[in-house]
């Protein structure tokens, strides 16, 4: 279960309209440092654009963000980063012309102020990018580029990580390996918020659930009770995505 | 040895020293001037779309803003024509700062919107209304300033001081993380990268050499019309030249211009009449062929150019 103390982000009656389109219609949840959230719905749901707005990317129309204590809702997503949150995106944007190592390099330069940046070389060795270190991340393939993203992130030392679809397209073995590192991130006291489509791999590691629909949440709690709610069922009912 | 100090020394210094002792050995000085110019003005087309990804299509809009700086203040104010270079500068600076929302656009709008603007300056500045201070179309005559050795000198300087702009881009992380903007701009944002600041930063720091090489023009050649400083051939001729060696390299742009403005003199100086024909056959096969540059002929084979 999620551990006891205060949240480092709560989200409250978010609101993010697309033209009259309500991408996001007052979506509440909250997740607390070293706990691994799982946000889960169907396609369209809306929770890459909750992840697009935590981060920065979009300046929520309604509701609120509070993260550590303080409200961040519309803040550029260069000061949040400074703050402690960083993403990785559904689509990999690595900088195509750019090095694998000059890709890390602008993050450990231009991340947080005030902490000592992580590694380069170990970042690169744990998440399997070293042989590709001077090479253009043009080059790697979209898994690879997926844990560029993943590093690109790391190198901020961020507090509150969002991991979107990180683990689609991964074989068995990648999928254990990287729920390993995710686990072992969460445990040194990251807060990390896992959207992902893969239901054996939200079991594997969410203490707890979300389940989007339309927009909000329809259920909080774990995995094994969401898959008896009637209501998440349905909703899920006909999606292409199974267990 | 640090790469920027190699850089300085092995590019930079040699360019500069060629530049110095040429005038004594050759006697087109006036041919030299261009170069001199054109390298600037590459190199100031390379900081902006080398480095962020805007292409300045009315580049020479802070050429020309430039040059009136120089003019209006020698003529108005009786400033010593080396003052009057850095007040150019200043001109060139102040109008990127008005152009500043221009940066909200990307690719062809960008292009278009700041081809447009230049040319509102150009009829802002030649406008008959302003006679009394721009001499509005009829041009200026800056007889007090007119010293053709001393204005080579400061382009040269201020090739100098360009050049040492593209070096520390080239070596910084300031320049990494510009690259990273033009690259993705929401990426760099999650890299912590202030985009907003750093492209206007870019954008000045563009706009500045292209106010001073102004100004320096005008010292040189002391009497001009709206029409000749603020011809859209030195925006076209910068970028062609900027784009023919490679951009986001300290190589590629003095490159392109050695090679493309010497043949352009070359040809212009031998067979006039099939001057347009080869240059525009030139300029296609570079596009078709080499669309990253003459640098990436060895960025190709793995080899990184400075
Ligand atoms: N920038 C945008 N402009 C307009 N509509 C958008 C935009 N971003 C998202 N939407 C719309 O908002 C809805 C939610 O999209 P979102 O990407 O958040 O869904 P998702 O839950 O991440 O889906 P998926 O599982 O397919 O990734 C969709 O209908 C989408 O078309
Ligand atoms: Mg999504």
């Keep these: 279960m999620s551990p006891d103390a205060k949240p480092i982000l709560t989200v409250n009656g978010l609101v993010k309209r697309f033209g009259g389109f309500h991408a996001l219609d007052g979506l509440s949840f909250h997740v607390s440092s070293g706990e691994i959230l799982g946000l889960v719905g169907p396609n369209g749901s809306g929770k890459t654009t909750a992840i697009n707005v935590i981060s920065g990317l979009y300046a929520p129309d309604d509701g609120t963000l509070t993260y550590d204590g303080a409200s961040i809702g519309g803040l550029a997503s260069h000061k949040l980063v400074h703050r402690g949150i960083n993403r990785t995106f559904q689509i990999p944007k690595p900088f195509l012309s750019l090095t694998v ?13 005030g902490v000592a940046p992580p590694k380069l070389s170990d970042l690169l060795e744990q998440y399997h990018l070293a042989e590709f270190a001077d090479r253009p991340a043009a080059d790697l ?39 390993g590192h995710i686990k072992a991130l969460a445990q040194s006291g990251l807060a990390i918020i896992v959207v992902e489509h893969l239901m054996g791999f939200i079991e594997q590691i969410t203490d707890r659930v979300i389940v989007m629909n339309a927009g909000k949440e329809i259920f909080e709690g774990t995995l094994a009770v969401a898959v008896k709610v009637p209501q998440v069922i349905e909703v899920f009912l006909g999606g292409e995505h199974g267990a | 040895m640090p790469s920027f100090v190699r850089h300085l020394l092995l590019i930079v210094a040699p360019l500069i020293a060629a530049f110095a002792i040429l005038p004594g050995v050759y006697d087109n000085h006036l041919l030299l001037f261009n170069f001199v110019i054109f390298l600037i003005l ?37 400033t010593p024509a080396p003052l009057a270079v850095l007040v150019a500068g200043v001109v060139g600076v102040l109008l990127g700062l008005l152009l500043t929302p221009l940066l909200r656009l990307s690719g062809a709008y960008f292009a278009i919107a700041n081809l447009a603007a230049a040319l509102a300056v150009l009829h802002f500045v030649a406008n008959p209304a302003l006679e009394s201070i721009t001499k509005g179309p009829y041009g200026v005559a800056l007889n007090g300033t007119f010293n053709p050795t001393l204005a080579y000198v400061g382009a040269v300087i201020i090739l100098a001081l360009t050049l040492g702009i593209v070096v520390f881009l080239r070596n ?135």
Aim: zero cysteines.
């Design chain 1, 141 to 179: 393939n979209s898994s690879q580029q997926k844990m560029l993203d993943l590093v690109r992130a790391l190198a901020t030392r961020p507090r509150l990580l969002l991991l979107d679809e990180l683990a689609a397209g991964l074989n068995p073995t990648e999928l254990d390996w990287i729920a």
């Design chain 2, 172 to 306: 910084s992380s300031f320049g990494m993380a510009l690259q990273a903007v033009r690259e993705d701009a929401v990426s760099a944002a999650m890299a912590g990268v202030n985009v907003v600041k750093m492209r206007v930063i870019a954008w000045l720091a563009s706009a500045l050499v292209a106010g001073l090489a102004g100004g320096v023009f005008a010292w040189y050649v002391s009497v001009f019309y709206p029409d000749n400083v603020f011809s859209n051939d030195f925006s076209i001729f910068a970028i062609v030249f900027a784009l023919f060696g490679g951009v986001a390299t300290i190589m590629g742009p003095i490159v392109g211009v050695l090679i493309l403005y010497g043949v352009y003199n070359l040809i212009g100086f031998t067979t006039p009449q099939y001057f347009q024909l080869i240059y525009g056959v030139l300029i296609m096969a570079l596009v078709l062929f080499l669309p990253a540059g003459l640098v990436s002929l060895a960025t190709r084979r793995g080899w990184n150019v400075p």
């Design chain 1, 101 to 113: 190592r000059q890709n890390v390099e602008v993050a450990l330069a231009y991340g947080r102020v």
């Design chain 2, 42 to 78: 590459a190199q100031g087309v390379n900081i902006i779309y080398g480095f962020t990804g805007y292409l300045p299509f009315g580049y020479v809009g802070f050429f020309g803003a430039g040059a009136y700086g120089f003019a209006i203040m020698v003529m108005h104010f009786q």
